[in-house]
């Protein structure tokens, strides 16, 4: 198995869609609150408190999506990877993993969430990705899934 290339994962179209139109339509719903109020003396403190709070959550949704919905989740022999626009981080040895544990939300998506190397960095991982699970059943192998 040594020779074969890695196993790459990528995002379920649903979670993409999901939090992709969720973002932009929190954005363009802040930017039409912001536009429908024009007054000469400006917009009303309720009408800029509803757009901050439309535009934090519009972008909240879209770092979610830049951050996993794009990445690829990576299995290999050697280790795994999750990468993408905003996820640069190199390849986490099956080896270095020092504690991990599924969490599942009320009615959303599980993750993972993995400690690994020396100085126990975390790293979350939401099961949004096709075939995720093998994820899982390697973190309880310690090496690249086999069944």
Known sequence: MSGLPPLVLRCR???RLAYGGTALSLLGLGASTLAADLTPEGPHPV???????LFLLGAGCARF???FCLARLSLSDH?????GPLRGGGEIP???VRDWRRTRGFASHGALHIVHGHDRFRLSVPLIYEDGHLLEIGLGQGRFPVW
């Open 79 to 83: 280790g795994f990877r999750l990468s």
């Open 94 to 96: 099956w080896a270095d």
């Open 65 to 67: 999506f830049l951050r």
């Open 47 to 53: 009408t800029l408190s509803t757009a901050a709070v």
């Open 13 to 15: 179209p649903i979670w």
